[in-house]
Each structure stands twice: as structure tokens, then as C-alpha cells.
């Protein structure tokens, strides 16, 4: 069945230190990759999203994604949080199953970023 | 355009009654589903509908039934609620590769 797993299910750092937030997928198909966060008593934004070509890809708010196939992983990175980055943020996979195009979520990780 | 837009944002219920939770949304997407979101679980697909009169089971769906009569209506029927059905609701439409999420509905079953 596919899955994703995300490594971290709580992550604590200060202002100005650098993020990389672990994802991987279980899918041997053609995937698209999405990143969304969930700000304090909000519903899910897209952060980023990957569908083909460069497998680096720039979101919103100076986040990035890497896409390794070979790992399937999609992590997401920012070289210096903000207190505002606060957050929670879900790695999703869009696979193509039973006929539709369905988006699975990881458990998501939970970011306390302190002053 | 309002987006998704959901109620009640907030529901109490007692164990075994029903209740219908509402999502709408105005951009015509055919694609339209429903996730639970529990603490350390992430969102869990309920069900899902691909355009009026077609809907199709996710992840989770006993104690959920859904219709899709209109482009713009994908209501989520809670037949006799239990506690574990405590959570949050996110209703989310989609275009090509977007999904567009919902306000959500907390709902707390006793």
C-alpha cells in the first residue's frame, strides 16, 4: 500500500537556525510531491509541490524540497526559520490508485520555532 | 471567489446522533474530498468524489456516508456518531494538481 512517512513528528529550533524536514514515500509509480503547512488554528496552504523537471523546487516563504527519486524522498529545507515558520507541515504523495488520482498525507511534524 | 468553505466550524454531538456536515466551493472543480485529521496521523482520506453522482470510499470511511448531487455540494453524513469520530474535518476541492482546503469542522462527540 502506499505511504508516506515523515521522520519527525516534533521539531524544536531557534530563530535563525537551518530546517530540513525528512519525507519518504512508498509508491513505484509516477508521484506528485507536495508540501503543506498548517499555521495555528488554520486550515492546510500549499508550501510547494514537484511534478517534473528540476528536482529542486522553491516554494513560498524561502522554502525549498528536494526530490531524490532514488530515495524517494522529498525533503523540505529552510536555511534560516522565523518564529513565524511555527507550524505544522505534512508531506503528501498524489498516486494514481483504483482508477483516480488520490492525495496521501504523512503524520506531519510538529515546529516550535523559539525566539 | 469564496474557496472551500465549510460548517459548522465548531460541533458537539452526543453518542449515536447524526448530523450532516457541509462543504461547498465555487471554483467548479470536479474533484472534491473529505479528510479527518487526528494528532500524529495526519489527514486521513474519508471519501472522495470525482464529479455529480460519483463518489468512492478513502481510507476511512465506515461511519461517513456522502452524496454529490452538485458540482458545488459534497455534505458528509455522520449516520450515529461514536467518540471515535472526535476530530477535526477537512473538506479540500481540486484542480489539475491543486488541492484547496477548507476552513475545517471540529467536532467532539461525547
Known amino acids: 500500500a502506499q505511504s508516506v512517512s515523515q521522520h519527525n513528528h516534533h521539531v524544536i529550533l531557534s530563530e535563525a537556525a537551518s530546517l530540513e524536514l525528512g519525507c519518504n514515500y512508498s509508491?513505484?509509480?509516477?508521484?506528485?510531491l507536495f508540501w503543506y503547512v498548517q499555521y495555528p488554528g488554520q486550515h492546510l496552504q500549499l508550501l510547494l509541490k514537484?511534478?517534473?523537471?528540476?528536482?529542486l523546487v522553491k516554494g513560498i516563504k524561502g522554502f525549498e524540497a528536494e526530490f531524490i527519486k532514488s530515495k524517494f524522498s522529498f525533503n523540505l529545507r529552510k536555511p534560516s526559520v522565523q518564529w513565524s515558520d511555527t507550524a505544522e507541515y505534512f508531506c503528501?504523495?498524489?498516486?494514481?490508485?483504483?482508477?483516480?488520482?488520490?492525495?496521501?498525507f504523512g503524520a506531519g511534524t510538529r515546529l516550535a520555532v523559539h525566539p | 471567489n469564496a474557496g472551500v468553505t465549510q460548517t459548522p466550524k465548531f460541533q458537539v454531538l452526543k453518542t449515536g446522533q447524526s448530523m450532516t456536515l457541509q462543504c461547498a466551493q465555487d471554483?467548479?472543480?470536479?474533484?472534491m474530498s473529505w479528510y479527518r485529521q487526528d494528532p500524529g496521523m495526519g489527514l486521513r482520506l474519508i471519501h472522495y468524489?470525482?464529479?455529480?453522482?460519483?463518489?468512492d470510499q478513502g481510507e476511512v470511511p465506515n461511519g461517513y456516508n456522502v452524496s454529490r448531487s452538485t458540482t458545488e455540494d459534497f455534505p458528509l453524513r455522520l449516520l450515529s456518531a461514536a467518540p471515535s469520530q472526535t476530530s477535526v474535518y477537512f473538506c479540500?476541492?481540486?484542480?489539475?494538481?491543486?488541492?484547496?482546503f477548507g476552513p475545517g469542522t471540529r467536532l467532539t462527540v461525547l
Open positions: 468524489s470525482v464529479g455529480a453522482g460519483i463518489t
Open positions: 471554483m467548479n472543480h470536479e474533484y
Open positions: 514537484y511534478f517534473s523537471g528540476d528536482p
Open positions: 503528501a504523495v498524489k498516486v494514481f490508485s483504483g482508477g483516480y488520482n488520490k492525495l496521501i
Open positions: 509508491y513505484g509509480g509516477t508521484v506528485n
Open positions: 479540500a476541492s481540486s484542480y489539475s494538481n491543486e488541492q484547496f
